[in-house]
């Protein structure tokens, strides 16, 4: 998955269609799904769910609590703090051998997903 925590990204579907708001956090597709494919994101204010809390001691007044539930990844394009788009992302090589994610749209660099080689070691 190319989405990262505090990206901002743009909903697809749902009742939250056309949101742009930013990542929470990313749960990754399970260990041997393809790279780039699967995983989920919570959004800041989409897919949110109330939970109701009884009075306690610890919560005097009872209420309800709003919390973000992950949604597909497939669901959200991120924007481009490029171009302002919402894109789909690619990922290549660069000459060094790290990794870095573009905007299809646009081609702008929009962060580093893999260091280069030479400096994985030492330092
Ligand atoms: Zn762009």
């Not at 697809?12 to 990542?23: I, L, M, P």
């Amino acid at each position: 998955m190319l989405i990262k925590t505090g990206d901002i990204v743009e909903v697809r579907s749902g009742n939250d269609r056309g949101t742009r708001a930013k990542v929470l956090a990313v749960r990754p597709a399970k260990p041997g799904g393809k790279p780039g494919h699967g995983g989920k994101v919570v959004v800041e204010g989409v897919n949110r769910v109330y939970r109701h809390i009884r009075r306690s001691q610890k919560n005097p007044q009872g209420g309800r609590l709003s919390k973000e539930m992950p949604i597909d990844a497939s669901n959200v394009l991120m924007v481009c703090t490029a171009c302002g788009k919402a894109t789909r992302l690619g990922a290549r090589l660069t000459a060094d051998g790290g990794k870095v994610r573009f905007c299809r749209a646009c081609n702008a660099e929009l962060g580093t997903l893999r260091r280069p080689r030479a400096t994985a070691k030492g330092g």
